[in-house]
């Protein structure tokens, strides 16, 4: 049974951070493509970010390019994302989730987390 589960989600103030990370079972990590995407109120979920196989190649929503970090350790069947600099416009449910094709942009991942509730203040 494939099992995603996040956490590090939280109230933070404007211009502070939070470590999302998320624990995979259930597969083969180092196999699979790792994404982060979120869903505000009211909107459809979007892309935030994803990271290939190995951790050598990552890509990013213009939205949060320069401002989060995503990351993986194979050794512990692990994927974060640094949160820096947050905005108010960053409070949404995060979600990770896993795919065996890298997907930049695409929402048709695999497997998916139940999400991790992130709310920024202003």
């Known amino acids: 049974q494939v099992q995603l589960v996040e956490s590090g989600g939280g109230l933070v103030q404007a211009g502070g951070s939070l470590r999302l990370s998320c624990a995979v079972s259930?597969?083969?990590?180092?196999?699979?493509?790792m994404g982060w995407f979120r869903q505000a109120p009211g909107k459809e979920r979007e892309f935030v970010a994803t990271?290939?196989?190995?951790?050598?190649?990552?890509y990013y929503a213009d939205s949060v390019k320069g401002r989060f970090t995503i990351s993986r350790d194979n050794t512990k069947n692990t994927v974060s994302l640094q949160q820096n600099s947050l905005k108010p416009e960053d409070t949404a449910v995060y979600y990770c989730?896993?795919?065996?094709?890298?997907?930049?942009?695409?929402?048709?991942?695999?497997?998916w987390g139940q999400g991790t509730q992130v709310t920024v203040s202003s």
């Open positions: 989730a896993a795919n065996k094709v890298l997907r930049v942009g695409r929402a048709d991942y695999d497997y």
């Open positions: 259930g597969l083969t990590f180092s196999r699979y493509t």
């Open positions: 990271i290939s196989w190995s951790g050598g190649a990552t």
